[in-house]
């Protein structure tokens, strides 16, 4: 498995990439759908501020951020934020002082395609 790094100025906060998992359709109907690109990083925006951002692409509407405590936790919706005319949100995103918290960016469902979402990244204090 491989990871990307991000760093921070001082190297207080730090976001890792880890690859989403796929989750398997359970209807004929769903599985017909496609699912909407989403290109999303998380960069440091100065040593104490981190910043999920995202691009949906060929999509303007409602994204939202979900977040987890743990790798093994069930997602939770955080945040809902409408794109800009070129596809993109920003959300601000924090570093626990200990241990991990995951983030990934959403689109819901529409007629042609099913919940879609970004990779998932996790954040931690060093």
């Known amino acids: 498995m491989r990871l990307a790094r991000i760093f921070a ?39 104490h501020k981190l910043q999920m951002r995202a691009r949906v692409v060929d999509y303007t509407g ?35 002082r200990t241990g991990r918290w995951y983030y990934r960016v959403g689109t819901p469902a529409r007629a042609h395609f099913r919940q879609s979402y970004s990779r998932t990244y996790y954040t931690y204090t060093r």
């Open 62 to 96: 409602m994204t939202f951020l979900q977040k987890k405590n743990c790798k093994d936790c069930k997602w939770a919706k955080v945040s809902h934020k409408p794109t800009t005319k070129f596809g993109r949100v920003f959300y601000p995103v924090d570093a626990p």
């Open 9 to 47: 100025a001082s190297l207080t906060s730090v976001a890792l990439a880890v690859p989403a998992v796929s989750v398997a359709s359970a209807s004929a109907e769903s599985a017909a759908k496609e699912t909407r690109t989403i290109n999303a990083k998380v960069i440091n925006l100065n040593p």
